[in-house]
Structure formats: C-alpha cells, structure tokens
C-alpha cells in the first residue's frame, strides 16, 4: 500500500510558478497512475490533472492546460505538478492521489491519498 505526502505549497502573486511535489513510499509506486486535485473552501473537490504508470498518458482539466505540467520520476517515487501562470482562481488546498494501474478523472477512482498542501494565489 503507497502512502504520499505532498509539498511545495505556499503563497504567490498572480502570474508566479509553483512546483508541488508528491512523495511516496511503498514497493508499488510504479504501478500506479497519479493525480492531482483540489480543493478551494467552499467547493468540491476537483480533478486537476493525472499521469499514468509510464508516464505517457497524461490529461488536464481544462483551466489548466498550458499552465501546469505533470511529470513523474519512478526512481525517486516522486509525482510533480508544475503550475506556472498561476490565478488566484488557482487558489486551493491541493492533494495527491495514487490510482492502480489506469488514468482517471475520478475522485473515488483513487485508492490512496495525500494530506494536502495549501497554494494560494494572490491578486
């Protein structure tokens, strides 16, 4: 079973980057697609992007796209989300998420997930 933890939250200004970075442990890291979500107060929790085992099948919401990059490095058991251009529409608490095997868009896809890391974007 993985366990993650996310990082690399904090506050920018508008139009800043910001690397999120997701660490996890376990024998199985490989084997697992990841994503990334988030959630702003008062709001469900939302797809932000998500990459498969291999790392060559990747998909964005579309507020996103042009923006933030997701990337993983197998050896490390690390999972990144790159965010550049940020808006404080941006503006959430953004959590990892390790799914078995295939991609998804779906929150109750993903079997495991992080604690959350804050980004907030201001204006």
């Known amino acids: 079973q993985v366990q993650l933890v996310e990082s690399g939250g904090g506050l920018v200004q508008a139009g800043g980057s910001l690397r999120l970075s997701c660490a996890a442990s376990?024998?199985?890291?490989?084997?697992?697609?990841m994503g990334w979500f988030r959630q702003a107060p008062g709001k469900e929790r939302e797809f932000v992007s998500t990459?498969?085992?291999?790392?060559?099948?990747?998909y964005y919401v579309d507020s996103v796209k042009g923006r933030f990059t997701i990337s993983r490095d197998n050896a490390k058991n690390t999972v990144y989300l790159q965010m550049n251009s940020l808006k404080p529409e941006d503006t959430a608490v953004y959590y990892c998420?390790?799914?078995?095997?295939?991609?998804?868009?779906?929150?109750?896809?993903?079997?495991?997930w992080g604690q959350g890391t804050q980004v907030t974007v201001s204006s």
């Open positions: 998420a390790a799914r078995r095997v295939g991609t998804s868009r779906k929150i109750s896809d993903y079997d495991t």
């Open positions: 990459i498969s085992w291999s790392g060559g099948i990747v």
């Open positions: 376990g024998r199985t890291f490989s084997n697992y697609a």
